[in-house]
């Protein structure tokens, strides 16, 4: 519809942006709820009558980015809103710059409409998108937070046929029943002029009820369309069962205010000897003769120690004599290393120098003690935060002074995906460690069970967010990679929420924030590889093929036809 003075309220451009992002808000709850996922069906149809009204009006290219840019910020700020507690300008320009990269697919699917016509164009929609949410998942200023499928989190239950398709397969979903709304919608803009409904009125009753089934087939198909995988998801769960034989775990969450106590130099800060007493502590609290691992969180340990000599250090020691005393236990915890190099040459990219330290880089670790005497065996988180602990030498200079919880610059990182060997008791448990933000990542928590691990391991530092919603949200991204990976899940959090999560998403214990706590569960240790694990993301990388052709394609026609008219 064309925009005219009389154009209802809720027509205006500025309105259906805020209603989509509303709708797409529902996803990415502040309490993730089932409830309001459904949103997400109808979240982008604001948005594709928006950008119809302005096709209809031809309307100039600035207006439809500035809508559009505005619709992508509010769905932002709606539901990322959080980030800048830890830093205001942070959360800013998360906010702004990333609402920014969103706009990309929408304006090729702009483009493509206009060269290619309606058809091609709708269907290049969701192809640029999902290319996109795959290109966000790999790149060094990575923030794939909202992707589509992610916003199924609050609601397992109808996505267990993740493990055959990924979170990519939710994006498909969600844009498929979109697209079949939007095409109701606007078949009822289009219905019978006035003349013709008073011919149906005046038609026989079996010609009314013809004409009604005909003009609401594609509302039945949108609601078939959403129905139907939910169906299927319901079936899968009730028939799947889990998997492996059993391991007894044990989560530590010892409370440290990153802001106060955890860090030295903090208002109320804890000294480090009495953090690892209270981690000790609350870990015997939940110990059995059967406890196989014990897990503490992300920067557990907090004091920058170097790895090659890491074992002379009095805290180490002390955790050994622990572990002397507790036969058979496993500790993985969390800390921060440095390691060196013995010059520029054989640096890493991410490496720092000083004189009197020479080339290094620090890295946000998981340190796994397998037995009292046992090398430790270390992992150095791989997927990092942009803008935290990775930042793009174009940026460097621009985020240097901001803070986001941690230390502020690259940190080092690793390329392949540790699994740590299996104690020698418990021959099954083959851990995969994953730190904080890496848990967002569906196609990376893939490549461990690849590589044989049987249990994921998340240990976090959720308390840089306060009482928000990321947190919460963070938690829920957990269920999906179970389902993705048919593995159990055994989170620890400095403080947010400490407990698990089985093969089926479904969370089994879980502890109150914001008090020192243990939980203690016997988890299942999977070795079977799903379809979507063995393969990956074929749903991303089947897209951004068809992407480039599709884009090349319709720049190749617009070249054509102003050659043809030239």
Known sequence: MIPTAKTSPWQHPAALAGLGALLLWGGWAPWPTAWLVPLLFIGWVPYLLMERQFTLAGARKGRVFASTYLFLVLWNALTTWWVSYAELTAGIAAVVLNALLMCLPLMAFRQTKKRLGNRWGYLSLPIYWIAFEQLHLHWDITWPWLTLGNGFAAAPQWVQWYEYTGFLGGSVWVWAVNLLFFSWVVSKELKVKSEELKLLVDSSRQAVGFEFLTFNSKLLTSLLVIV?????????????????????????????????????????????????????????????????????????????????????????????????????????????????????????????????????????????????????????????????????????????????????????????????????????????????????????????????????????????????????????????????????????????????????????????????????????????????????ELIGRGAQLLAVLLLGFAIATGFSRKISQG
């Open 228 to 536: 139907l995988p939910i169906g299927l998801s319901y079936l899968i769960g009730a028939t799947y069962q889990e998997k492996g034989p059993t391991a007894e775990v044990v989560v530590v969450q010892p409370n440290l205010d990153p802001y106060v106590e955890k860090f030295e130099g903090g208002a109320k800060f804890v000294p480090y000897d009495e953090q690892l007493t209270r981690l000790l502590s609350l870990s015997e609290q939940k110990l059995t003769p059967q406890t196989r691992l014990v897990i503490w969180p992300e920067t557990a340990l907090e004091e920058a120690y170097w790895e090659n000599t890491i074992e002379s250090n009095p805290k180490i020691r002390r955790i050994r004599e622990w572990l002397t005393r507790h036969p058979g236990v496993a500790l993985l915890t969390g800390i921060t290393t440095i390691g060196s190099y013995p010059n520029k040459e054989a640096a890493s990219e991410s490496a720092r120098f000083r004189d009197d330290l020479g080339y290094y880089d620090i890295f946000n670790t998981g340190a796994y003690f397998a037995a009292p005497t046992a090398p430790i065996a270390f992992y150095h988180k791989s997927r990092l935060v942009p803008g935290v602990e990775k930042v793009p030498p174009i940026l460097a200079s621009i985020v240097s002074h901001i803070d986001l919880g941690g230390t502020v610059g690259s940190v080092g990182s690793q390329a392949e995906r540790t699994v740590y060997a299996a104690p020698a008791n418990a021959p099954a448990l083959r851990v995969a460690p994953v730190i904080c933000y890496e848990s967002i990542y569906g196609d990376f928590l893939a490549e461990y069970a690849r590589n044989g691990a049987t249990l994921l391991a998340l240990f976090t530092n959720d308390a840089w967010w306060h009482d928000s919603p990321g947190y919460r949200q963070l938690l829920s991204y957990g269920r999906l990679r179970c389902i993705e990976t048919r593995r159990d899940l055994a989170r620890s959090a400095n403080t947010g929420f400490t407990g698990f999560i089985n093969q089926k998403g479904e969370i089994t214990q879980r502890e109150p924030a914001w008090i020192p706590t243990a939980s203690r569960a016997t988890v299942h240790l999977n070795d079977e590889v799903t379809f979507y694990a063995r393969f990956g």
